[in-house]
């Protein structure tokens, strides 16, 4: 199982990378495990020294039953103090973003990908596609 977000490199530079371990509900790792999400326009905001995944869709659990999860609710991150930190001065500078990259299975937990982002301006992501349609042809 692994979650890609494919926007993120085409609409970001990534400048650094960390990985988190994420708190999920019983039926939310059910549903990753069978590859029901989708990290598109998801983002990382960091508020009272925690870390927390906004806007990441995970579709509801069909087997579950009453107890069932909200599909795009915060989910918390699980890093150590040191790397919030950091985390939170990276963001604070202008310009710069935290964006989920991926989402994975690493000895049965699931970690996320966070990737340290600046934005690209339009002609960046044309030269982009540009190189890409280059490999194309090369093949």
Same mark, same amino acid.
């Given at each position: 199982?692994?979650?890609?977000?494919?926007?993120?490199?085409?609409?970001?530079?990534?400048?650094?990378?960390?990985?988190?371990?994420?708190?999920?509900?019983?039926? +939310? @790792?059910?549903?990753?495990?069978?590859?029901?999400?989708?990290?598109?326009?998801?983002?990382?905001?960091?508020?009272?020294?925690?870390?927390? @995944? @906004?806007?990441?869709? %995970?579709?509801?659990?069909?087997?579950?039953? !009453?107890?069932?999860?909200?599909?795009?609710?915060?989910?918390?991150?699980?890093?150590?103090?040191? +790397? @919030?930190?950091?985390?939170?001065?990276?963001?604070?500078?202008?310009?710069?973003?935290? !964006?989920? %990259?991926?989402?994975?299975?690493?000895?049965?937990?699931?970690? %996320? *990908?966070?990737?340290?982002?600046?934005?690209?301006?339009?002609?960046?992501?044309?030269? *982009?596609?540009?190189?890409?349609?280059?490999?194309?042809?090369?093949?």
């Amino acid at each position: 199982m692994e979650i890609v977000n494919r926007k993120a490199k085409f609409d970001y530079y990534i400048e650094d990378e960390f990985e988190a371990g994420i708190v999920l509900n019983g039926t +939310e @790792i059910k549903s990753l495990r069978k590859g029901s999400a989708d990290l598109k326009d998801t983002y990382v905001r960091i508020k009272d020294n925690e870390a927390y @995944i @906004i806007n990441m869709y %995970i579709a509801k659990y069909e087997e579950g039953n !009453i107890f069932n999860h909200d599909e795009r609710r915060e989910r918390k991150l699980l890093l150590h103090k040191k +790397e @919030i930190l950091k985390l939170k001065e990276l963001s604070d500078r202008d310009g710069w973003t935290l !964006i989920p %990259i991926r989402a994975y299975l690493k000895k049965n937990l699931v970690k %996320i *990908s966070i990737g340290v982002c600046k934005g690209k301006k339009n002609y960046d992501k044309r030269e *982009s596609i540009k190189e890409r349609d280059l490999k194309k042809l090369e093949r």
